[in-house]
């Protein structure tokens, strides 16, 4: 069955850290990859997309990611952190069928 | 504000009581999904319509769970005879079919349902 896996569940970082968090996912097809953030007490916002081409995408907020076909991975990472970053990150794959299917989420906690 | 919102954002009932939540999808939207997120996980895929056309149901929509899009815009998802297990965060998405951007989904606030 397919599955989206994130090893990191809950990240602590002190501001000005770098961020990475896995991604990987479980799908023989061709895929359409997503990270979603969801800041406290607001509903999930979309942050970056992978369709096709140039597998290293850039969303909003200086955050980033990598697809790696060859490792089945899509990383989010952002160079330095900031306190507004805290929230729960989603990583999630669009199946040919059109529905999501999402990771359980890493929690990430900025602190100043 | 034109993003998609759902009604009721809180919801509190009893067990064995019906529910009926509304969601009403950006206005050019014509997909329309819903998903189910409990403590601790990602949201999980219910059900989504085209148009008025419900195209997919997850195995975990049962009996009990119904969804409609009549009109082709607005969505309503009741659950008949709650159970505590159908506690959970119930969210609404739509997306553009016909746009390039290749069906990036928006989602609303999402209805809170708790089962006493």
């Known amino acids: 069955a397919q599955s989206v896996s994130q090893h990191n569940h809950h990240v602590i970082l002190s501001e000005a850290a770098s961020l990475e968090l896995g991604c990987n996912y479980s799908y023989g097809g061709t895929v359409n990859l997503f990270w979603y953030v969801q800041y406290p007490g607001q509903h999930l916002q979309l942050l970056l997309k992978?369709?096709?081409?140039?597998?290293l995408v850039k969303g909003i907020k200086g955050f980033e990611a990598e697809f790696i076909k060859s490792k089945f991975s899509f990383n989010l990472r952002k160079p330095s952190v900031q306190w507004s970053d805290t929230a729960e990150y989603f990583c999630a794959v669009l199946l040919d069928t059109d529905k999501l299917i999402f990771g359980t989420g890493t929690r990430l906690q900025v602190f100043p | 504000d034109t993003g998609v919102s759902q009604d009721p954002r809180h919801k509190i009932t009893k067990r064995g009581q019906n529910v009926t939540f509304r969601c009403d999808p950006i206005?050019?939207?014509?997909?329309l999904y819903w998903y189910r997120q409990t403590l601790g996980q990602g949201p999980e895929f219910l059900t989504y319509f085209q148009n008025e056309a419900q195209l997919e149901k997850s195995r975990l929509l049962s009996d009990r769970f119904s969804a409609e899009r009549p009109k082709g815009s607005f969505s309503t998802l009741e659950i008949q005879r709650t159970e505590q297990g159908d506690s959970a965060m119930y969210l609404c998405?739509?997306?553009?079919?016909?746009?390039?951007?290749?069906?990036?989904?928006?989602f609303g606030p999402g209805t809170r349902l708790t089962v006493l």
């Open positions: 206005s050019e939207h014509n997909r």
């Open positions: 992978y369709f096709s081409g140039d597998p």
């Open positions: 998405a739509s997306s553009p079919k016909t746009s390039i951007d290749v069906n990036e989904q928006f």
